[in-house]
C-alpha cells in the first residue's frame, strides 16, 4: 500500500461556495457548498489527474479535511501613470 501523501490546498470561499487547488496536483480545481463536497471533487480531480490516456482513474482516499490556522497575507499592485 502506497504511503500517504500530505497535500497542500489552497482553499477560497466565495458567494457561499467553497473552491480549491492542489499545490501537489496542478491543475486540479475543484468545488463545493462544504467540506465534504469539496473533498469529494479533489478525491475526483486528483484520480482523473493520475489516470493515463484512456485509463480508468485509479482509487483515491482523501482523509477527511481539516484546516487550520495560517497567517494572512496581503498585496498590492503598483501602477504608474
Known amino acids: ?5 500530505q497535500l497542500h490546498l489552497n482553499v477560497r470561499l466565495e458567494d457561499g461556495s467553497l473552491w480549491a487547488t492542489v499545490e501537489e496536483f496542478p491543475g486540479v480545481f475543484a468545488t463545493g457548498d462544504n467540506l465534504d463536497e469539496l473533498r469529494e471533487s479533489l478525491r475526483e480531480g486528483i484520480a482523473l489527474m493520475l489516470a493515463g490516456p484512456g485509463e480508468e482513474p485509479p482509487t483515491v482516499t482523501l482523509a477527511p479535511l481539516r484546516s487550520e490556522p495560517m497567517a494572512t497575507t496581503a498585496s498590492s499592485e503598483l501602477v504608474y501613470a
Open 1 to 5: 500500500m502506497p504511503e500517504p501523501q
